[in-house]
């Protein structure tokens, strides 16, 4: 509905209100783009719930990605 079409009373009704909008400061494109570059990373070592002294997990880990990596072709074709 444009405004050309509502009706004169309702019009007039309307203009009677008055709103203040308050002025909402955007950011700019360049800090969002830096914001999001200089996030810091998360560990991926915390990811696998690997901690410094848990040796099996560091040598079982890499065996268990390569066998996957290794069997996966061979279960699929």
Not at 6 to 18: A, G
Not at 23 to 34: E, P
Not at 43 to 71: A, Y
């Amino acid at each position: 509905m444009s405004k050309r079409e509502i009706p004169h009373e309702l019009r007039d009704k309307l203009d009677e209100f008055h709103v203040e909008v308050p002025d909402i400061t955007q950011k700019d494109k360049w800090g969002r783009l830096a914001n999001w570059i200089y996030a810091p990373a998360q560990n991926p070592v915390e990811l696998c719930r690997i901690k410094g002294d848990s040796f099996t997990r560091l040598t079982v880990m890499p065996l268990i990605v390569v066998l996957i990596v290794f069997f996966t072709p061979i279960f699929l074709f």
